[in-house]
C-alpha cells in the first residue's frame, strides 16, 4: 500500500484527510482486472498547478491510474476527488479533465485552426476566434492555421493536441505518453517546450511515461510506480540521489549495490564493514534499521586511481580492483572494474582532460565521498527495476 502522508521525500505534502483540496486526490485506489491488481490501494495528491510525472515501467499501473482519472477507466475500489469534487464514477465528459494521447487523435479532415477550435464550438463558446488564435501562440503555430495535419511533423501534431486540450481550461492535463512517438532529438526539444507551456498556462499537468529522464527534465514531482503501488515520490533530484528502495535505484539511472553489514549507528553517520572495508553512510540516507544492507553508489560518484595515487575524495579507499571493460561514449569514460570480492562496479569518469585513460587488466582502486553513499534493505533484489520495459 502507497501511504503518500508518511513519505518525507515528498516536496509538498497532502492536506489532511477530510480537509479541502483543490488538486487532484486518489484515495485507496485498486483496479483489478480478474485476478490482476493493476493498481493496489493508491494513495496520491497532485497539487493544483503543479507538472506531476507517473514514471514506471510496463504493467506497473501508471497508465491504468491515468485512465481511472480521466474516466475510462472505473475503479474497483476507492475514490477520486478533483478540485473537492467527487469524480470516481463521473462520466469522462463530465469530468474538468482533458486528455493527450501518444497517437494524437486530431481530425485528419479539419484545419489546424478548426481542430483547436472543435471543442468550443461544439459548446457555442463566445469569442472562439481570439481564443484559437491566443492558443495558436502559445504553442507557436499562427502560421500553420490552415494545413491539414498530415502537413505537420511530428512535433507540430503534438503542438496541436495540446492546444486543441488546453483550449477548454481543464483542472487537469493528462499527458499519456505524448513524446512516444518523435524521435530523440525532437522529443528533448519538446519536453522543454512542454515544460514552457504548463508554466506559462498554470494547469496541473499529470504525465505518465517510462522514460526517466522525461519525467525528471518536465516534472516537479515525480512518483515512481512499481506493481501497482508507489515506490517513492519526490522531486526528481532527491529521487535520484536518495532513493530508498532498489527498485528506484536502479530504474533512476545506475547503482552500485554493494553487500555489507552495519557495524555501529550514531546521530552523524551510519558505519558499514562492506567487503572488510569500512564506509559510511549519513542517517538521512540509510534506509534499513537491519543488520545487513545494500551500499548504494551511483557510478558517476565513484573515483578511479592507479594504486596509491591520492583520489580527491574523504572516503576510504577500496584497492584491488581490476579493469574488465572500458567503455569511451564522448562525454565520460565507462569503467567495469572487478573487485577482491568478485563483483563489478561501474565507474563513470567525465572526460575532461584530467584524468589518463585505463585498460582493461589495469589494477586500480577506487573511492568516494561518504555523502553521496545510500543504505538499502538487504532483503530487496538488487537487480529490482533494472531490467526497463518500454510501455503499457
Known amino acids: ?13 497532502p492536506a489532511p ?24 490501494t493508491l494513495d496520491l495528491d497532485v497539487p493544483r498547478g503543479s507538472f506531476f510525472a507517473l514514471l514506471g515501467p510496463s504493467g506497473c499501473g501508471k497508465t491504468t491510474t491515468l485512465r481511472m482519472v480521466a474516466g475510462l477507466e472505473t475503479p474497483t475500489s476507492g475514490t477520486i476527488t478533483l478540485a473537492g469534487q467527487d469524480i470516481t464514477y463521473a462520466k469522462p465528459y463530465r469530468r474538468p479533465v482533458n486528455t493527450v494521447f501518444q497517437s494524437y487523435a486530431l481530425f485528419p479532415h479539419l484545419d489546424i485552426y478548426e481542430n483547436v477550435a472543435f471543442g468550443l464550438k461544439r459548446r457555442k463558446a463566445s469569442d472562439v476566434d481570439s481564443q484559437v488564435r491566443d492558443m495558436l501562440e502559445l504553442v507557436e503555430l499562427t502560421s500553420q492555421v490552415r494545413k491539414k495535419p498530415a502537413q505537420l511533423s511530428g512535433g507540430q501534431q503534438q503542438r496541436v493536441a495540446l492546444a486543441r486540450a488546453l483550449i477548454n481550461h481543464p483542472e487537469v492535463l493528462l499527458l499519456d505518453e505524448p513524446l512516444g512517438a518523435l524521435d530523440l532529438k525532437l522529443r528533448r526539444s519538446m519536453q522543454i517546450e512542454l ?46 540521489e536518495n532513493p530508498r ?27 558499514v564493514d562492506m567487503q572488510g572495508v569500512g564506509v559510511s553512510i549519513p542517517p538521512a540516507r540509510s534506509h534499513t534499521d537491519g543488520d545487513r544492507g545494500w551500499v548504494g553508489i551511483r557510478p558517476e560518484k565513484v573515483l578511479i586511481g592507479a594504486p596509491g595515487e591520492e583520489l580527491d575524495a574523504p572516503g576510504n579507499t577500496i584497492p584491488g580492483g581490476v579493469v574488465t571493460d572500458v567503455s569511451f561514449v564522448g562525454v565520460s569514460t565507462q569503467y567495469l572494474v572487478r573487485m577482491p570480492w568478485g563483483q563489478e562496479l561501474q565507474v563513470f569518469q567525465q572526460n575532461t582532460g584530467r584524468h589518463r585513460l585505463f585498460h582493461v587488466g589495469e589494477q586500480v582502486e577506487l573511492s568516494w ?8 534493505d538487504i532483503s530487496q533484489d538488487a537487480l529490482a527495476g533494472a531490467q526497463k520495459g518500454d510501455d503499457e
Do not use: C, W
Open 1 to 13: 500500500m502507497s501511504q503518500v502522508a508518511e513519505r518525507p521525500d515528498s516536496t509538498r505534502g
Open 17 to 40: 484527510d477530510g480537509a479541502p483540496y483543490d488538486g487532484l486526490r486518489l484515495r485507496a485506489v485498486t483496479k483489478t482486472f480478474g485476478g490482476f491488481t493493476a493498481v493496489d
Open 195 to 240: 515544460k514552457r507551456i504548463q508554466t506559462e498556462v498554470g494547469l496541473t499537468f499529470i504525465h505518465v511515461t517510462h522514460d526517466q529522464e522525461e519525467a525528471m527534465t518536465m516534472a516537479d514531482t515525480v512518483a515512481v510506480m512499481n506493481a501497482g503501488v508507489i515506490e517513492q515520490m519526490g522531486a526528481p533530484a532527491d529521487l535520484y
Open 245 to 271: 528502495s532498489t527498485f528506484v535505484a536502479n530504474f533512476l539511472g545506475q547503482s552500485n549495490l554493494i553487500p555489507g553489514a552495519v557495524t555501529s549507528r550514531s546521530a552523524d553517520v551510519v558505519s
Open 369 to 376: 565521498r561518504p555523502e553521496y553513499a545510500f543504505l538499502l
